[in-house]
């Protein structure tokens, strides 16, 4: 069984960074995908950017290319999310996902930007 928790949200300003954290425990497969997704309120979840995680290379959505770096350090089991230039339409809850299809995931973390 994977487990996944999500840390590092919180209240924050426009124009701050923040790096999210997902500590995942269990069985990690090496070819499983590993996703960073988002969803804000009245919104659909999207995703942010996904990697596999005995590989490491990063596909991210076209709106994530610029401000939004997903990175894993595959000796603490943590996968990151770092945020930069924070925007008020970056508010939502943010999650973690992994597997075949990411079929586990955290409870999320939710992200504040005030203007």
């Known amino acids: 069984q994977v487990q996944l928790v999500e840390s590092g949200g919180g209240l924050v300003q426009a124009g701050d960074s923040l790096r999210l954290s997902c500590l995942i425990s269990?069985?990690?497969?090496?070819?499983?995908?590993m996703g960073w997704f988002r969803q804000a309120p009245g919104k659909e979840r999207e995703l942010i950017g996904s990697?596999?995680?005995?590989?490491?290379?990063?596909d991210y959505a076209d709106y994530a290319k610029e401000r939004f770096t997903v990175s894993r350090d595959t000796a603490k089991n943590t996968m990151y999310l770092q945020i930069d230039s924070l925007e008020p339409d970056d508010t939502a809850v943010y999650y973690c996902?992994?597997?075949?299809?990411?079929?586990?995931w955290g409870p999320g973390t939710q992200v504040t930007v005030s203007s």
């Open positions: 990697t596999i995680w005995a590989v490491g290379n990063v």
């Open positions: 269990g069985h990690i497969a090496s070819y499983y995908r």
């Open positions: 996902a992994a597997g075949m299809s990411y079929e586990y």
